[in-house]
């Protein structure tokens, strides 16, 4: 299911906007359906949050076979997304300088990094029955919310319930900031300090031999 999702959405790209793509300009248009779906697809059933970790690792898959960062480019969903909701092209602010000198880079790359650790050690605690799983939403770490109404009444293990709900709460935590600094300043200011874009730029275009 997962190999099918990334070849449609390789399709997309390529079929949607040839003329885009193959002049290295803007995003495939409407991909931000991608992430419409993703926050939604959960109200089904928690465990098709797992769905964030093909999100995380198709960036690197495209990185890798295309030899160049396409993903930021042309193919991210989330980029798509808070372009839709930001501000547009001639109401553009001046984005502060903490996002021009790299240190709010940082915080997000140190932030995205803690997500990951913390999600692997709970989910490692909870299978091993050390603690209990915490099937409700948790922005940023730390402010707990509450679970997702959900249409399939479908039993899972203790483990995965947990490292559904934290996967879904650290893609909504960093979306939510994607939103606030599209409308305060432009609709892609997220793109200067994400994540995965940080890792993907520090990747060399070409292997030396």
Request: hydrophobic content about 45%; proline content about 5%.
């Amino acid at each position: 299911m997962y190999m099918t999702l990334f070849q449609g959405l390789t399709r997309y790209g390529e079929h949607m906007n040839t003329s885009i793509v193959s002049k290295r300009r803007g995003l495939v248009p409407h991909i931000y359906i991608f992430t419409i779906f993703f926050f939604l697809l959960p109200f089904i059933h928690i465990s098709l949050s797992l769905f964030a970790l093909l999100c995380m690792a198709i960036p690197f898959i495209i990185r890798f076979t295309k030899k160049e960062n396409l993903w930021c480019r042309h193919y991210c969903p989330r980029a798509s997304f808070t372009s839709l909701v930001g501000r547009k092209r001639g109401k553009y602010k001046q984005t502060p300088l903490i996002f021009r000198d790299g240190y709010l880079k940082k915080m997000m790359l140190t932030y995205f990094t803690l997500n990951l650790i913390f999600i692997t050690g709970s989910s490692i605690q909870v299978a091993l029955g050390n603690m209990m799983a915490m099937p409700y939403i948790r922005l940023f770490i730390a402010i707990p919310l509450f679970p997702i109404p959900q249409v399939l009444d479908v039993t899972m293990s203790d483990w995965l319930l947990h490292v559904s709900y934290r996967l879904y709460s650290m893609m909504l935590s960093s979306t939510i900031l994607g939103v606030v600094f599209g409308i305060l300043y432009r609709g892609r200011a997220w793109c200067a300090v994400c994540p995965v874009g940080t890792i993907l730029k520090k990747i060399p275009t070409e292997t030396k031999r």
